[in-house]
């Protein structure tokens, strides 16, 4: 299945305060195929810095924060330099779990936003962040850097395992 426009649709947005200065943060949600290929909505939180509250017009980098969500304090350091951030929101399995679709999708959809200057790009995460970020960054260049902290362990295993208990979970099963 190939990915749609990956559209955003806003559920939610607030102003938050970075060094004094209006930011803001909004909730989204887009369509993205899941692992088993079945399309199903996800949700993204994009944080907005405070240079475009000032000048909407204006283009600034992005950072996607792969894997976990990134709260409102973990995004304000970068939002003070100028940065986008965006990030999955309120997904309930391990990143292993629901493999990187959801990531992807939100990516490339803001990515396209047209605040976002396309070439100013760049992914990090942790643990498993960091292995959707290898996985990401396969797939999105061109990219400024790609910051992937994570240490060498066999991620097939770690699927496998995290798959099985997913199937074991009746909540999941339709």
Not at 2 to 26: Q, T, W, Y
Not at 64 to 89: M, Q
Not at 116 to 137: C, E, F, H, K, N
Request: proline share 9%.
């Amino acid at each position: 299945m190939l990915f749609r426009s990956n559209r955003l649709k806003r559920l939610d947005a607030i102003e938050i305060d970075v060094n004094g200065h209006k930011g803001g943060a909004v909730v989204v949600e887009l369509l993205y195929p899941e692992v088993d290929g079945k399309e199903v909505k996800g949700q993204a939180r994009i944080f907005l810095p405070p240079t475009l509250h000032d000048n909407p017009t204006q283009t600034v980098p992005l950072i996607h924060n792969a894997g976990y969500e990134i709260d409102e304090n973990g995004a304000k350091g970068l939002l003070a330099k100028g940065y986008a951030v965006c990030t999955p929101h309120a997904h309930p399995l391990n990143p292993l779990g629901r493999g990187f679709n959801l990531d992807k999708a939100i990516l490339h959809a803001a990515r396209r936003l047209p605040f976002i200057d396309p070439l100013r790009v760049s992914i990090q995460g942790g643990s498993a962040g960091g292995w959707m970020t290898l996985m990401l960054t396969a797939d999105a260049f061109p990219l400024v850097y790609s910051l992937p902290d994570v240490p060498p362990i066999h991620w097939g295993y770690n699927a496998g395992y995290i798959w099985d208990q997913r199937s074991d979970d009746p909540a999941v099963k339709e």
